[in-house]
């Protein structure tokens, strides 16, 4: 028995740095694209139709394209211009860099999911109740702070982890495309690069596919007890299910 | 491809539309656009596959069996939490070594065996080599299996909203009970799973996108290698790094398809919920 899983162990062993890589980038941008995300749902559902018709295309463009094109796309941008303007700048080193690169791509791409699931959630805020938010004279901050904040994020956050689930599994597809420097592999890389070295396809991508499956359920775990606690008012909530919803 | 326009043409549109005209209907121009063929069929056909492993995966999972339940679920849950990529690079491989394995215990002798011992394939004389079209067919199955899984959890998700009042009344009625199923239930099931099955057709869309990952010379791989920086001896740098504007053009590409996609679903819902008193099927 121990025979049979050793060569399983060893590669769990081997992968646990690169799984470090995947981690990273869907750390370093699921808080930008969080962030970016809430002002993108209030520009999409703004009065000003210039601006809600920039963030409406933002959104349909970014969620309308597959992430593998808008990686290759934005990482031959940032090379196109490197002789031009990050070079003189002396900042090559920093916008080239796969570390910075990765995530900002990742945040531009979950800005876009996530904004249209917190743009959904906003649409459903209780009308009512922020009319008599108003009516209790509450400047516009207010409303937001005390009202539709703790209405919008309870709604959203069950798709929200979705999209969180999804984008730590599109970070797979960052080292397809950017270099990888040096030994900054990633599952991806590692689980090829075992795979050249004795053909054992099925070995090695288990390994990677158990990363995947245990950090995945890992992040359900932490935004359900995140969501139980948003919705710890409410008498019969129900609890985070693991849903589709990313296209 | 210019020959064919008359003489008063080339004289009217100038030299400069000319030129460009002339680059951008060049023998590889025309191949990149040919490629589109490998992601429109990846994506008929995956969706397809898709379609059928979805209505295999819900049939199992509201199975009245245990174990039948307990293999859909575990189908459903298992290929949604691993990322797409790994299973559209491991299908193709791990089939591909599959078919040399069965292929080895009947070509391989042991003077073969042992010199390619602890390598692959086990013995040359088994070596399966995969062209362009069995890439794409391996493709379509994988997606077929990634999105069928996802189709599986819609699908079973609407044959629960079809209102059971619906199928007590056939019941009533005496249709037996695969009527039951195909006349009523599964022809009802549609409008309801529509929505969500649209979704899963978005998925496998973008997922086109990595037909290259699988050595197939797609749009993408194209794209990559008519921008990239162009030098010759004789002609020096033909033009520098144009790689963006090939994806900028993928990127609407991809943005009006699915484009039209929508409009078609918004269509067939149209058309699949008439007659049906079902409030924003949408």
């Known amino acids: 028995m121990t025979d049979l899983f050793a060569p399983l162990l060893n590669d769990l062993a081997i992968l646990a740095r690169p799984a470090l890589f995947n981690i990273y980038f869907a750390f370093a941008s699921i808080p930008i694209g969080f962030v970016l995300a809430i002002f993108m749902a209030l520009g999409k559902a703004s009065r000003n139709a210039l601006v809600s018709s920039l963030c409406r295309g933002y959104i349909y463009a970014f969620r309308g394209s597959p992430f593998f094109i808008q990686l290759f796309m934005f990482y ?111 599952l991806m ?45 409410m008498p019969g909530a129900v609890p985070l299910r693991f849903r589709m919803n990313r296209s | 491809m210019l020959d064919i326009l008359p003489q008063w043409m080339k004289d009217g549109i100038g030299d400069d539309l000319l030129f460009w005209l002339g680059y951008f209907t060049n023998g590889k121009h025309l191949t990149w656009y040919a490629s589109v063929q490998y992601t429109l069929a990846a994506a008929l056909f995956g969706a397809l596959t898709a379609l059928v492993m979805g ?96 189709a599986a959890s819609v699908i079973s998700g609407a044959m629960n909203a079809v209102p059971r009042g619906q199928l007590e009344a056939a019941r009533a009625f005496g249709f037996s009970r695969a009527q039951v199923l195909w006349r009523f239930h599964i022809r009802q099931m549609w409008i309801y799973a529509l929505p969500g099955l649209s979704n899963v057709w978005m998925l496998i869309i973008k997922a086109t996108s990595l037909l290259s990952l699988l050595q197939i010379a797609d749009i993408v791989l194209w794209a990559d290698r008519l921008g990239a920086p162009n030098f010759t001896r004789s002609a020096g740098l033909v033009h520098p790094d144009w790689r963006w504007g090939y994806y900028l053009v993928l990127l609407v590409f991809y943005i009006l398809v699915t484009f039209l996609s929508e409009k078609v679903f918004a269509a067939v819902t149209r058309w699949a919920g008439r007659g049906m008193s079902v409030a924003n099927p949408a």
């Not at chain 1, 596919?209 to 932490?222: E, G, K, N, Q, T």
């Not at chain 2, 199992?60 to 290929?79: E, H, K, S």
Request: net charge neutral; with cysteine.
């Open chain 2, 55 to 150: 209505l295999a995966g819900a049939a199992l999972r509201n199975a009245r069996f245990g174990p039948a339940r307990l293999v859909g679920a575990l189908y459903i849950n298992m290929v949604r939490g691993v990322p797409d990529v790994l299973f559209f690079l491991f299908f193709p491989l791990a089939f591909e070594q599959l078919v040399e394995l069965i292929r080895a215990q009947a070509v391989c002798t042991p003077e073969g065996l042992a010199a390619n011992a602890g390598q692959w394939p086990p013995c040359d004389a088994a070596n399966w080599f995969l062209g362009t079209p069995e890439y794409l067919a391996l493709a379509c199955v994988s997606l077929g299996i990634v999105y069928g899984a996802f």
């Open chain 1, 76 to 186: 031959s941008l940032a090379l196109a211009f490197n002789l031009s303007l990050w070079k003189p700048l002396g900042i090559d080193g920093i916008v080239l860099n796969p570390l910075v690169l990765g995530p900002a791509i990742l945040a531009l791409n979950t800005t876009a999911y996530s904004a249209e699931i917190f743009y959904g959630a906003l649409m459903t805020v209780p009308r009512g109740e922020v009319e008599a938010a108003r009516a209790f004279g509450m400047t516009r901050s207010q409303q937001f702070r005390s009202v539709v904040w703790p209405h919008l994020i309870r709604l959203a956050w069950p798709a929200y982890t979705n999209e969180v689930v999804f984008l730590f599994h599109a970070t797979a597809l960052v080292y397809f495309t950017l270099p990888v420097i040096d030994d900054q592999k990633d």
């Open chain 1, 189 to 233: 890389n590692m689980a090829g690069e075992l795979f050249e070295k004795d053909y054992n396809a099925v070995l090695h991508f288990s390994a990677a596919a158990l990363y995947f499956l245990a950090i995945s359920l890992a992040i359900f775990l932490v935004f359900g007890l995140v969501y139980r606690h948003l919705t710890r008012h």
